[in-house]
């Protein structure tokens, strides 16, 4: 290792590390470039503007209801053949356009000053926008073209930015489907410039509050600070301004307002146009019903701009905006900007990960390459004698006749091996990067730990010069003064030589600053979660992807191919990089296959992820308030009528699932009935009537019977084999638990588990046997265990043998927990254990007081925070997995392999009853295969053969048409609407929780609150704002209850001590545990309408934001805290969100706003504050 990092910091190599930003005369704008013409002389400004762009778009390019930029690709390096021709032809029609823009400009620039076309280009583009804004005052709307537009910018817009906006322009609403970093911002751009020219107003809006924040800041810079504002959860700045960015949570809520019948007032007074950026958001799982919601509840008459990454289907999206909205038209572009070149870092090398055309993968990394260089391994380990031959007379094996070799295949255990010795550490990447000048780069790595980790092990390498280091340290300075409490201690070192990590874990502020050095050239490599691949402006040379796959909340999951092209989307810098690179990596259970699948899987459709809300049913179905007056008791007055069931029903079924549902739903249908309708009368023909009858009919009687008889013996053999084998099974688990139990007291034995995986491929993993899971007390291991533990009754009972549970209800399988050499944890029962070794790990403390090793390694197992996944499972209990940690690394190097453990060392062997059971199994084996080999001799025993494997052949046909229906079912399942079904579990909710009364749409106060909230269960914070306890409580015991409301998803770094946590005062714990009651009772009636909308009230932080807001200082909050800077942040800012949202809320008592108030106040202050500029 650190030879390694000497060589990074080494002359050698950094003579080879050039410049990251060269200078370039070519104007940069949104990250876009310039191309570069020979300068003409204009007779004005106009005619230059409008002559620098005469390719005479309406005459050669046709705009329709879709269109796409394709058919205008650059040439990418790798293509087959047959593209070639097409590419030549988009060449020439370029060149055409080219001269004919070159002629004009000639013609034009006789009479032209050359000193007008050099102020043209000294302008800023907020210039050039005020002085289109203001000839649209003395002209009018109408001189307001797709050139004109195109004009504020120094550079050739492109053909599908081009094509969009003259869509716009036309008053259609626009979808574009483009990948990621190719200008789709400038498309909505333009439509503001238009939009603001014209005196009326644009809303943007974007998934994120961070990528709020940046485009508040770049729109600034375009329409200047009074006609720009920003409304966000957290910050509103000036509302009323032409350009409002907000988040989509935001502009849902004003909709709300504008079709909801509760509410009064609209908040979309003077608006044209709403951008929706990220709009393929709209299949995110939690969030994706927010951008349905919008395009349902936009005003017709309001254009919509959807800016989308590419997808699979954008023409259905556009479909149904037509169908729901208004005319939409369809952009879409395949054309990045800066091509990309995909590579594969292993720990020796950087190859390409594709071959010369781009269309397979590389043969270096494939697998019989690796099994060739696995075969060499193997012939130089052979005897000295073998290679000295060698050495003399040469090798005869060649890389080109990789087919021709004639060893075995290697096993998935070997394939593993060798992916293992392949894996590179960051450093070797990051060499690899550095000498072929791919730097800098965005390291994706999928958890927070680990990009703080990669930071500290680069704090050795110095990627910065001095030149750069001192701006680095004179930004940091800086930074500090104005920002004292937002400065990551631990991450300065790493930023100090060019590397930083970027997460949720960190302060916005400080992930705000790191994006300003990543984006001047100071910092070279940053390492940050997914997140950052959402749309935020951080474009590198080089995105490199740590692993294929992720951890959830329910375990690991894979990267989708959107996700990854989402990813690789960041790396090349328009204007600055040739080429962008995107480099995989080796990981033990990944490799170059799995990337190239996955790359070539092919984009993945937006789905709709519709679902009703609490908010959603109050405001679309509420019509009367209830309105007391002094003179008049109890009499209702009816503000509005609301919607029916029926209306709102109509609106709610405009869902984008619908739209897909009723195209596909009916041909589903149809071929799901023809299929179970197929699968029935083949099932009848191959029951055991009609194979006897047909049997009967073939064969002549004394073959007949003959052949019955034997059957009938043999199905009695095989019923008998079964029972040998369960028993045999019985004893092997009898010995085990005994053996585990003996040979643990006084060690930690080896021992071998063995299972098949998904796709039959059968694994050994050696591992050191830990101890059976009911002898440790951690009571999070514990509690995972016996959740797991009670599913094996309820598998075993399920069997339709019953002697098989019998047979089982003796034994009792128990969990386990052993650590493998692949520094995994295993849970498993005796079921997957193939033997057990008398070696093992002396279970002796390593000093005089050291805990035992098996006590060390039981505290490591319950302090690790990942999720175990299940491998294999059967009626005799599961095997799980969990990935290990560093600290139990060391442990799992000292389990040795398979190979090196002898068999006489198997202590599975001395049980005699065991060995007995299995002679008895073996010997019951044989007499099966010795009376199958006598029906084979039988006289009608051909003509039975046929028979057979006709009803063999007809069962897999069956078995296919079976799962191709339960695709089918799962199909529907999707594309079914569901969110009708939600809405009225919902409604149930509501009217019987006597916030809406459904007979008469009159709202109650409870309602109305409800209604007017944002959060991710309406009516439950509605009932806890409305309730009188919380008006005892002082203003920062108010916050510490509504921060017990909000902190779902916030955790505790579960590898330090939680100790240092504060805890809340009486007060507060008492006005939660009166919550809890009504709590429980809310979320049995969410549970009898089939409802679940978590309910959150969690105290565990509430003593962290009750001590904020009494004023602690925030390196109080923080000394020796086990929570993240970035989480605390989170739950401040939840917490500031939901008491400013109170003193609004209608029928809310005085003194609640009032304390509410006062506590938003004190607890939004550095260095939480939110970003705004």
Known sequence: MNSTLSILSSPCVSKFYPSLFPSSSSSQTLGFYHLQKPKPKPRSFNSFRLLSLSNSPNSLIPVDSQLSDADNDDDEEYEDEEDEEEDEAADEYDDMLEAIEDEAEIEISVDASSSEVSNWREESKWQRVEKLCNEVKEFGNEIIDANELASIYDFRIDKFQRLAIKAFLKGSSVVVSAPTSSGKTLIAEAAAVATVARGRRIFYTTPLKALSNQKFRDFRETFGDENVGLLTGDSAINKDAQ??????????????QSIGMASSGSGLFHVDVIVLDEVHFLSDISRGTVWEEIIIYCPKEVQLICLSATVKNPDELSGWIREVHGETELVTSSRRPVPLTWHFSTRHSLYPLLDE?????????????????????????????????????????????????????????????????????????????????????????????????????LEGCRLLDECEASEVELALKRFSVQN???????????????????????????????????????????????????????????????????????????????????????????????????????????????????????????????????????????????????????????????????????????????????????????????????????????????????????????????????????????????????????????????????LGNDRLPFLCLKYKDSDGVEHSVPAVYLGNADSFDGSKFKNMVSDIDSLIPTIALTESNVSAVETHKDVGPSYHVALGSDNSWYLFTEKWIKTVYRTGLPNVALALGDDLPHEVMWMLIDREEKQWEKLAESELG??????????????????????????????????????????SYKDQRSKVARLKKTIARTEGFKEYKRIIDWKNFTEDKIKRLKMRSNRLSERL???????????????????????????????????????????????????????????????????????????????????????????????????????????????????????????????????????WAAGLTWKEMMMDCAMDDGDLARLLRRTIDILAQIPK???IDPILQSNAKTASSIMDRPPISELTG
């Open 1145 to 1147: 809320l209608p029928d």
């Open 973 to 1107: 399942q999707e594309i079914e609407p569901s969110g009708w079904k939600e809405f009225i579990k919902i409604s149930n909710v509501v009217h019987e929780s006597r916030a809406l009364d459904f007979n008469t749409q009159i709202i109650f106060p409870l309602g109305e609150t409800a209604a007017a909230i944002r959060g991710e269960n309406e009516l439950w914070l509605a009932m806890v704002l409305r309730s009188r306890i919380l008006l005892d409580l002082k203003p920062g015991q108010l916050a510490a209850v509504c921060a017990s409301l909000v902190s779902e998803g916030i955790k505790v770094r579960a590898w330090e001590n939680n100790n240092y946590i504060y805890e809340p005062s009486s007060a507060v714990i008492n006005v939660i545990n009166i919550l809890n009651e009504q709590r429980s009772n809310f979320s049995k009636l969410q549970e009898k309408h089939g409802v679940e909308i978590t309910c959150c009230l969690d105290s565990q932080f509430s003593g962290m934001v009750e001590a």
């Open 243 to 256: 350009v409002l960015i907000m988040t989509t949570e935001i502009l849902r809520n004003m909709l709300y």
């Open 484 to 742: 004292p409490d937002a400065v990551r201690e631990i991450a300065v070192k790493g930023l100090l030589r060019g590397v930083a990590a970027h997460h949720a874990g960190c302060l916005p502020l400080w992930k705000s600053f790191i994006e300003e050095l990543f984006q001047r050239g100071l910092i070279k490599v940053v390492f940050a979660t997914e997140t950052l691949a959402a749309g935020i402006n951080m474009p590198a040379r080089t995105a490199v992807i740590s692993s294929l796959s992720r951890r959830s909340s329910s375990g690991r999951i894979p990267l989708s191919p959107n996700e990854l092209l989402q990813m690789a989307g960041r790396a090349g810098r328009r204007g600055i990089d040739e080429r962008g690179h995107v480099v995989m990596v080796q990981t033990s259970n990944e490799g170059a296959e799995e990337c190239c699948k996955l790359l070539f899987a092919g984009l993945e459709p937006l789905v709709s992820q519709f679902t009703a809300s609490y908010g959603m049913v109050l405001n679309l179905l509420a019509g009367a308030k209830i309105t007391r007056r002094s003179n008049e008791s109890d009499e209702m007055k009816v503000l509005k009528a609301g919607r029916t069931l029926k209306e709102a029903r109509k609106l709610v079924e405009k869902s984008f699932g619908t739209y897909i549902g009723s195209n596909v739903m009916l041909a589903s249908k149809e071929e799901l009935a023809r299929i179970q309708k197929e699968i029935e009368m083949l099932t009848s023909e191959t029951s055991d009537d009609a194979i006897d009858r047909k049997s009967r009919k073939i064969l002549s009687d004394g073959a007949y019977k003959e052949i019955a008889i034997l059957q009938e013996q043999l199905r009695e053999e095989k019923r008998l084999r079964t029972e040998l084998r369960r028993k045999m099974e019985t004893k092997r688990l009898n010995a085990l638990k005994i053996l585990l139990k003996e």
């Open 878 to 919: 599961g095997l799980w997995f969990m990935e290990g940690s560093l600290e139990t690394w060391s442990w799992s190097l000292n389990v040795p392999v398979l190979n090196s453990l002898s068999e006489s060392d198997e202590v599975l062997h001395m049980s005699q009853d065991y060995h007995d059971a299995v002679e």
């Open 357 to 457: 055309k781009g269309k397979h993968i590389n043969r270096k990394l494939s697998l019989n390459y690796l099994q060739l260089s696995a075969s060499r391994v193997k012939s130089y380990k052979d005897g000295g004698s073998r290679r000295r031959n060698s050495r003399k007379h040469g090798s005869n094996t060649s890389f080109d006749n990789i087919g021709n070799m004639s060893e075995e295949p290697l096993s998935k255990n070997d394939i593993s091996k060798i992916r293992r010795s392949q894996v590179p550490q960051v450093v070797d990447t990051l060499a690899q990067l550095k000498a072929r000048d791919m730097l800098p780069a965005i390291w994706f790595i999928f958890n927070r730990r680990g990009c703080d980790a990669a930071v500290q092990y």
